[in-house]
């Protein structure tokens, strides 16, 4: 915490994120997403330890939630995040140590909607106004985890674009798409312009076909 400034004063960890997503021009309704990396830089420590209302010195039981956060869940303590979980007192962290609990990490993301995804499965036996993952908080999580689930591309010559096989949901790190001029029976042709921390190995431009 800043010298000088009282804890009142200080924006939410999900105002935070919320201001640090870049703009997809790719579909026709624009959607915000999380550059690659920028998670590393927003979701440290300090910021879990603040979000989640903990001070240190940390218990056992702390310290390796903290760390489970840091080195295996931070796209999912993203996500929960920005559907404002870090505004109720003691909700993110219980949140967080059910994925703990249940091994869930990123590696398991996307998450499906509706009433049999893994979210409403974290609380069986749980009583409506108990729970964490209602109905709508799950659908909340849906719609906002692909803003960190945004693929990196590479560049090769030989890359398909077919191989990557990406859900219907993802969002396109595209900064500025221009038509091109040529049409096919296929449909048409765009110039895209991809975030440079989502292209590898080359810093060249790729296009891709919509």
């Known amino acids: 915490m800043s010298d000088g400034v009282a804890a009142d004063d200080l924006p939410y960890l999900s105002e935070t994120l919320f201001k640090n997503l870049d703009t997809s021009d790719f579909d026709n309704t624009p959607r915000k997403f999380m550059c690659h990396d920028g998670l590393d830089e927003l979701v440290t420590r300090d910021s879990v330890l603040d ?50 609990k249940k091994g869930i990490d990123d590696s398991k993301l996307p998450f499906k909607d509706g009433p049999h995804s893994t979210l409403q499965d974290l609380e069986p036996g749980i009583k409506h106004r108990s729970k ?29 674009m077919d191989n990557y096989n990406l859900p219907a949901s993802t969002i396109f790190p595209v900064l500025k798409k221009e038509e091109v001029l040529e049409k096919g029976s296929f449909g048409k042709v765009f110039k895209c312009s991809i975030h440079p921390k989502h292209i590898k190995y080359s810093r060249n431009p790729v296009s891709l076909a919509s």
């Not at 390796?64 to 109720?88: G, H, M, P």
């Not at 003691?90 to 703990?100: D, I, R, S, T, V």
């Not at 964490?132 to 990196?152: A, T």
């Open 132 to 160: 964490i993952w209602r109905e709508n908080k799950v659908h909340e999580f849906f719609n906002n985890q692909w803003r960190f689930l945004v693929p990196v591309f590479l560049t090769h010559p030989e890359t398909n």
């Open 51 to 100: 979000a989640m209302q903990m001070e240190e010195p940390l218990d056992d039981d702390d310290r390796q939630l903290v760390n489970f956060i840091l080195k295996n869940a931070k796209k999912i303590f993203a996500t929960s995040v920005s559907i404002e979980l870090d505004q109720v007192e003691g909700l993110l962290k219980k949140a967080m140590q059910l994925f703990q």
